[in-house]
């Protein structure tokens, strides 16, 4: 019984966690470009006290031996990068990406940060940068007296300025993709960064090498439905009364022996 009341306490715990992760998940229900996860769970080693297929005759086998489990603990959190609602904004610098891909963006620190949110901004330089103030990568620097600003959905941005009617092609912008987003480390901030486990980035213009198209004027919403979430949160509360009960039965069990002994 004592076994029993610590394989409960690895459930409790793991189900505590999992509601962290949903909790997370809801919170950001609202967060542009936001990727929900889901908790990897694993059960733990086993106790084995009849190894199966060990020989219990000399010419019989045990068909399954007996094998007693140590509870569950949670090995992972996985990022999935379903790609969220498009909403439409008309605001100029709002872009999304329609399909795989994230946005470049330099940090204090000279490194890379790649998100989803394309609501960008302009600094005082005028500049293209996130809500953060970080620059888009590469930099793209409007002109004085811009009157139009233009992003094609094969990223190529264009301006028109004051006294001439032409648009002025100005940069291009650039969308990196990983072998595995999910292996991706977020660092908050909408922000991702690359690990060994992401691959490195492979950076090309949207729509090229399997990165999707640009939309300008558009934003991605989260991909966190609310409820299937709320589904989730049920399931994880159910699952740790559940646990509570398999302790508080061990502790009448354990308290009957103790007393009847």
Partial sequence: MHGALFVAKTGLSAQDTSLKVTANNLANVSTVGFKKDRAVFEDLLYQIKRQPGADSTQETQLPSGLQLGNGVRIVGTQKLFQTGEIQVTE???????SGRGFFQVTMPNGDFGYTRNGQFHLNGDNELVTAEGYLLEPAI????EVQTFTVGVDGIVEVVVAGDPNPIQIAQLEI???????GLQAIGQNLFTETAASGAP?????????????????LEASNVNA???LVNMITTQRAY??????ISTADEMLSFVTQQL
């Fill in 202 to 218: 492979q950076v090309a213009a949207p729509g090229e090498a399997g990165t999707g198209i640009v939309r300008q004027g558009m």
């Fill in 227 to 229: 409820v299937e979430e």
């Fill in 176 to 182: 990196a993709d990983f072998v595995n987003p999910a």
């Fill in 241 to 246: 009364e559940i646990n509570s009960k398999v």
């Fill in 91 to 97: 605001e100029p610098f709002d872009v999304a990406i």
């Fill in 141 to 144: 620097t409007l002109p004085a």
